[in-house]
């Protein structure tokens, strides 16, 4: 799901790039104002544990791969602006030191794995909450709900290139594939595998951490999953 | 709280399981796959990528990927270094964020 460079015309990038302006200035404030100095340490795991998700590579039918993203979990266990900030931190890693995702793509890969998917995971899950769902089968259904927001964004923001940029001739200037193939295939691979994947871990840490023990540094930082407000 | 970093520690071990899945996820191919699958590279695509490389391309060690264990020994060392770059950022970033807890005795 990390778009590189070159695929997405200059012009997406900066629309991506200026989108996520407000949407990074709105986490700090809420991240000021919601969550203590020591608090900041889970954020680092968070974003840590995202990072190493994105590493587990998992087979798609057909030869292609995609991988879990955790952004539905840090929005639950941090809320969901500071799951922006953690995932963001990850992306840029991943783009400065392995070349993974480009970095004028950042602002799009950003926006649909650090905004939209731990916000529609969220939301998925608070809903599934409200319908008396199990806290840890709403976080499954959340997670899996958040990364195809993602992927879906991704499919369109790759599939409106050759549409809107193209030669005289007609050859695409960026990303070939046009909507009618990008969207079937992005989504095939998160709504067959990937979905799943994010919704097994997501659902698995939930429930390690509604167990913690007190003397666990997880203790202090599921408090949200507890109900506890501070 | 020891368990949690044999978790950790365990997971980093584990993420070469990441390599076995073969081919390139949809949409991030190289310029040579994008040429193979329709014939030629879009001009604006080579134009801008590969802009930034990056330290460890794909997660390996430049020169020392030429068989699985070492793409799994490169590929481990870059969730390492990765982990680490992300701690340091966050250890700056908790300089200037996080609200200032008030003195409760």
Not at chain 1, 98 to 102: A, K, L, S
Not at chain 1, 169 to 176: E, R
Not at chain 2, 16 to 29: D, F
């Given at each position: 799901m990390h778009i590189p460079d070159g695929y997405l015309s200059p012009q997406t990038c900066a629309v991506m790039g200026a989108a996520m302006v407000p949407v990074l200035y709105k986490s700090v404030k809420e991240v000021n104002k919601?969550?203590?100095?020591?608090d900041i340490p889970t954020m680092a795991i968070g974003s840590a544990f995202s990072f190493t998700v994105m590493m587990f590579n998992v087979p798609i039918p057909g030869g292609t791969t995609a991988h879990a993203i955790g952004s539905t979990l840090l929005a639950i266990v941090l809320g969901p602006w500071a799951a922006v900030i953690s995932v963001t931190v990850a992306l840029i890693i991943q783009a400065l030191l392995?070349?993974?995702?480009?970095v004028l793509a950042l602002g799009a890969n950003t926006f649909n794995m650090a905004f939209l998917a731990p916000f529609v995971g969220y939301g998925v899950y608070k809903l599934m909450m409200r319908l008396k769902l199990k806290k840890v089968l709403s976080s499954a259904i959340g997670a899996y709900a958040g990364i195809n927001a993602a992927a879906f964004a991704t499919a369109v923001e790759l599939g409106i290139q050759p549409m809107l940029f193209h030669t005289?001739?007609?050859?695409?200037?960026?990303?070939?594939?046009e909507l009618n193939i990008s969207i079937p295939a992005m989504m095939f691979a998160h709504l067959t595998v990937a979905g799943f994947v994010e919704a097994i871990v997501t659902a698995l840490v939930i429930y390690y951490l509604e167990k913690?023990?007190?003397?666990?540094?997880?203790y202090q930082y599921s408090y949200r999953l507890r109900g506890e407000k501070r | 709280m020891k368990k949690l970093y044999i978790i950790a520690l365990i997971i980093i071990l584990l993420t070469?399981?990441?390599?076995?899945?073969?081919?390139?996820?949809?949409?991030?191919?190289s310029l040579d796959e994008v040429k193979e699958m329709i014939g030629y590279v879009p001009e604006g695509m080579s134009k801008f990528a590969e802009l930034v490389k990056g330290i460890?391309?794909?997660y390996s060690i430049p020169g020392f990927d030429a068989n699985f264990f070492q793409q799994a020994i490169g590929y481990v060392f870059s969730a390492v270094i990765g982990i680490a770059a992300i701690l340091i950022t966050f250890a700056i970033l908790g300089r200037v964020m996080g609200r200032v807890k008030k003195k409760n005795g």
């Open positions: 919601e969550l203590d100095k020591k392995f070349g993974d995702g480009g005289a001739t007609g050859k695409a200037l960026y990303f070939p594939y913690v023990e007190e003397d666990n540094i997880l | 070469p399981l990441g390599l076995l899945a073969s081919g390139s996820a949809w949409g991030e191919w460890l391309p794909d």
